[in-house]
């Protein structure tokens, strides 16, 4: 693993011309353009993305572009943000864009444009994630898991009148209100339960799992498979209970292999890690494109610990991502259905209805929103594709809820 940093300067006039597609497209009619120039780039992948210092710059439009047989590829735009919660408290931190993952390229070249305040101290990241000891420890398929997982919290009785875990289906749930400090209404699964040790897994706090209840067909692999950064910040993150999960794309390259899917997760890591200042990879489950599910964050959704993906809602729900760009290529079926079993499992455990809404703090969005539909950043995740299909993973995760719940029952009767 090694990483390099390249300065964005002030673009010169003599390529003012070339960037002006990008200054337009962020609507301003005086933009500030700043640009790394042509910055080489490990050929078999690497991991980039840009970050600037806390609290500066705005009005700000990022874009790349990679260079691959000599010739450059056309520019393509990045979302950029500024997460409050996705640290600890008092973290030295960095705003930043969403870390690409580029294939085969021999450079690339990045610029930020603002029409704005300016930024402090703008740099390019380049991750070369190297090769790890862990990296060939998985068959390319994954196994299919018939019963319960490591990855799964203790499981313990259910009391009486807690409908987050009465099959069949999930309808009580289809609106829960919620405010900062937590839900309310009596469908919810009350977080003071938790804290008061009712209907608790002993080991982390969290309501107990619905008895019986299977783990995911769609068995996340452990970190340890991907060569996971061991951290004590990422361990001592709270504990989480999901009321709903999000959908997430990374963005960046389609083209890896199933071999270099661990190096690619290595390098978000370091990306959020090291130059975003979070301490954790940022989603707790990823799936790449031949369906593949990877635990990403410690505890995964098992024992899901607060993530950093969606500003201003981290606490509220568990984030799944999809490894690639689903704007710029449909989505394979393998990944949509691992996506699906992983939301339907989620609900199942965790007892909200994947096809409800749920209203935070006024603003009402769907249980299974993709990024775009919440927290406190501008952006088109989980791209065209995914978002188009979010209706549908809503349907089918909520079915299959309902069948691990029906599973469950079967489970414990025996």
């Known amino acids: ?40 780039v490990p050929r078999r992948l690497a991991v980039i993305g840009v970050t600037w210092a806390e609290g500066t710059g705005s009005g700000l439009g990022l874009a790349y572009r990679v260079k691959r047989g000599g010739q450059w590829g056309p520019w393509q735009d990045v979302d950029v943000e500024t997460c409050g919660d996705c640290a600890d408290p008092g973290a030295a931190t960095r705003a930043g864009s969403e870390p690409i993952a580029v294939v085969g390229a021999t450079h690339v070249q990045a610029r930020l444009v603002t029409r704005g305040t300016a930024v402090g101290d703008p740099k390019l990241s380049v991750i070369d994630p190297g090769t790890s000891s862990a990296t060939h420890a998985r068959p390319a398929t994954p196994p299919r898991a018939t019963g319960a997982a490591s990855i799964m919290g203790p499981t313990g009785a259910v009391p009486a009148g807690d409908t987050a875990t009465r099959p069949p289906g999930l309808g009580a749930f289809a609106s829960t209100s919620w405010g900062s400090s937590g839900p309310s209404g009596s469908s919810a699964v009350s977080s003071g339960a938790a804290a008061s040790g009712t209907n608790t897994s002993g080991a982390s706090g969290l309501p107990a799992a619905p008895p019986g209840l299977p783990g995911p067909r769609a068995m996340p692999t452990k970190r340890e498979a991907w060569g996971a950064a061991r951290s004590s910040a990422a361990r001592a993150l709270p504990v989480v209970v999901g009321r709903g999960i999000t959908v997430h794309h990374t963005a960046g390259t389609n083209r890896y292999s199933a071999a270099q899917v661990p190096a690619v997760l290595r390098g978000i890591e370091r990306f959020h890690m090291r130059d975003r200042g979070w301490s954790d990879i940022g989603y707790n489950v990823l799936v790449d494109r031949f369906g593949r599910v990877w635990e990403g964050r410690y505890g995964g959704i098992g024992i899901p610990h607060k993530g950093a993906h969606a500003s201003g809602v981290n606490t509220t729900y568990l984030g799944v991502a999809y490894i690639g760009d689903s704007s710029s290529a449909p989505v394979p079926k393998a990944a949509v259905n691992s996506i699906v079993d992983i939301v339907a499992w989620t609900a199942a455990r965790y007892g909200f209805d994947p096809a409800g809404t749920l209203t935070l703090d006024g603003r009402t969005s769907p249980v299974v929103p993709g990024h775009y539909q919440v927290g406190n950043t501008r952006t088109d995740c989980p791209g065209t594709h995914l978002r188009r299909r979010l209706p549908e993973i809503r349907r089918r995760a909520a079915d299959g809820a309902s069948a691990y719940l029906a599973r469950a029952r079967t489970n414990a009767r025996r």
């Open 1 to 40: 693993m090694s990483e390099r940093r390249a300065p964005l300067r002030l673009a010169s006039r003599s390529i003012d011309r070339g960037l002006a597609q990008g200054a337009s497209a962020v609507g301003a009619p005086t933009p500030r353009i700043l640009d790394t120039g042509t910055v080489a």
